[in-house]
């Protein structure tokens, strides 16, 4: 069970929390400006004790960001992890080394190590120093949650599996107004995928509408349960009070698994 847990913790720290560097690089000027005219390729790779490792590499084309999920072939920078457990635990903001190969890229190292410092403003108790990162937290949060709801059913977590086969093809969505930050996961017949905005091709079956950034962030650092801030008007549950409770309860549960 815990091998099982630590598989499917790495295919989110690969596939959800890894790929919002790219928000980084579009919303965040410090990061931005440490990777114009960079151009190179950086691989995170974990043993697995069930077969080949788990990787996936990051290309920065001066300053543009794609993620591939799989072994590079020839890779600028590599962090290498003897376990998947401990590359989980990094990602987690505990203090773990990996093997780094490709050392002679001291500045792309250094510019690789902010990044990874930048991301723990996803950690619930890093608290934003303005409101601009506030944005940027909220931001950064929700479209890692809704793409690792999806990873936790590709990665066929047995409750998620089993919530997402009973259903239809229905919209949960997620709003920030009036900052505009939205995203959505798509549940169909077992079937998960997510996608920043608003969806438009039909009514969200469950419609979570923050009150600005302000409501969101005691929300989304579990400061406050969702009743609670339904009592205090920091979030509005549009929808099915069911639904919206059993995924807010996976939510959690992602929460617990990256900290």
């Known amino acids: 069970m815990a091998a099982d847990t630590d598989r499917i913790t790495a295919r989110i720290v690969l596939r959800a929390v890894l790929p919002i560097i790219k928000v980084?690089?579009?919303?965040?000027p410090k990061?931005?400006?440490?990777?114009?005219?960079?151009?190179?390729?950086?691989?995170?790779?974990?043993?697995?004790p069930d077969g080949g490792p788990m990787?996936?590499?990051?290309?920065f084309t001066n300053g543009a960001f794609d993620i591939v999920h799989e072994l590079a072939e020839h890779p600028d920078l590599t962090f290498r992890f003897s376990s998947l457990r401990k590359m989980n635990a990094l990602f987690a903001g505990k203090p773990v080394l990996p093997r780094i190969e490709g050392l002679?890229?001291?500045?792309?190292?250094?510019?690789?190590?902010?990044?990874?410092?930048?991301?723990?403003?996803?950690?619930?108790n890093k608290a934003p120093k303005d409101a601009g990162e506030a944005r940027l937290k909220v931001k950064l949060i929700l479209y890692m949650i809704s793409?690792?709801?999806?990873?936790?059913?590709?990665?066929?977590?047995?409750?998620?599996?089993?919530?997402a086969r009973k259903q239809p093809d229905r919209i949960y969505q997620w709003t920030v107004e009036p900052e505009g930050i939205a995203c959505y996961l798509r549940v169909k017949a077992g079937k998960t995928k997510a996608?920043?905005?608003?969806?438009?091709r039909r009514k969200p079956f469950v419609h979570m509408k923050f009150n600005g950034v302000e409501g969101a962030l005691p929300v989304l650092t579990n400061s406050v349960d969702t009743v609670q801030a339904m009592t205090q008007g920091l979030v509005e549950n549009i929808g099915s009070p069911e639904y919206g409770g059993q995924l807010g309860?996976?939510?959690?549960?992602?929460?617990?698994?990256l900290t």
């Open 104 to 124: 002679r890229n001291v500045g792309l190292l250094l510019k690789m190590l902010g990044v990874l410092m930048r991301l723990k403003l996803l950690m619930p």
């Open 55 to 59: 990787a996936s590499h990051i290309t």
């Open 195 to 200: 996608g920043r905005g608003c969806y438009s």
């Open 24 to 28: 980084l690089l579009e919303d965040d």
């Open 31 to 48: 990061t931005r400006k440490r990777f114009e005219g960079v151009t190179a390729t950086v691989q995170f790779v974990a043993d697995s």
């Open 147 to 163: 793409t690792a709801l999806s990873q936790l059913n590709k990665a066929g977590d047995p409750d998620m599996v089993n919530w």
């Open 249 to 257: 309860d996976f939510m959690l549960k992602i929460a617990r698994m």
